[in-house]
């Protein structure tokens, strides 16, 4: 049996007027992120983590964003292709831990809904899906507003 792990980061900034898009939820919020996608910032990491498990590279490489295909796609469909890609290499997920940093809005009252949205797209139970939230007590990009960012870990083993 072959167990690997990967683990992703991801940022983007905040800016008023725009979406914010969480693990797959929609966050109510002044702010949203500024990207080429959704700007989903959880999912952008674990797809990255998911990648870098299975040494297919980054989630830039796969989707890059001067492709307009991406342009406002939903992450939700960018992180159900990069299980396939694990799943084609022989691999599946067994978990995935992750980490949201974001002054505000708080995200303790969403977490069950991002864990059932990352469920419901990578297939893992939601008792395999950690998702926790932090500050950076006002400190940084993070701590004024100006942005937002996610780790996140996963665990892949070969079917």
Known sequence: MDIRTGQGIDFHR????????????????????????????????????ILGAAALGDIGFHFPNTDPRYKGIDSRILLTKCVELVMLKG?????????????????????????????????????????KATTTEKMGFTGRGEGIAAQAAVLIRSV
């Open 14 to 49: 905040l800016e008023e007027g725009l979406e914010l898009w969480i693990g797959g939820v929609p966050i109510s919020s002044d702010k949203g992120a500024v990207a080429h996608s959704d700007g989903d910032v959880l999912i952008h990491a674990i797809c990255d983590a």
């Open 91 to 131: 691999y599946h997920l067994v978990n995935i831990d992750s980490t949201v940093c974001l002054e505000t809005p708080k995200l303790a009252p969403h977490i069950d809904a991002i864990k059932e949205s990352l469920s419901a797209v990578t297939g893992l139970e939601k008792s395999r899906i950690g998702v």
